[in-house]
């Protein structure tokens, strides 16, 4: 079974990098065609996405967050990352890595989600 499980800083000063790392287990980020995501839901609000890097190591973001945002992937330990840069508490939100499938075309799997709060 595939797992995804996120992990980082809970707590980031604002002007400062949010970075996180999504470890895969059960299954290659390499493989196609899968797609490794990073949501985020705010407190009070919906969902978000931020972005995503393809099986071949090719990343795409949010027109809303492309300037901040920067998603890359370490294939020798199956783990892909987030770094939002130049945070305000408006990033504060729990955030969630996803693997999105281009045949079945849903979110099937799901970490269970991390808290980062943007505070000085």
């Known amino acids: 079974q595939v797992q995804l499980q996120e992990s980082g800083p809970g707590l980031v000063k604002p002007s400062q990098t949010l970075s996180l790392t999504c470890t895969v287990s059960g299954g290659s980020i390499t493989t196609n065609y899968y797609y490794w995501n990073w949501i985020r839901q705010p407190p009070g609000k919906g969902l978000e996405w931020i972005g995503y890097?393809?099986?071949?190591?090719?990343?795409y973001y949010s027109p809303s967050l492309k300037t901040r945002t920067s998603i890359s992937r370490d294939t020798s330990k199956n783990q892909f990352t987030l770094q939002l840069s130049s945070v305000t508490p408006e990033d504060t939100a729990v955030y969630y890595c996803?693997?999105?499938?281009?045949?079945?075309?849903?979110?099937?799997?799901w970490g269970q989600g991390t808290q980062v709060t943007v505070s000085s």
């Open positions: 890097i393809g099986y071949s190591g090719l990343p």
């Open positions: 996803t693997r999105f499938e281009r045949g079945v075309g849903a979110l099937y799997y």
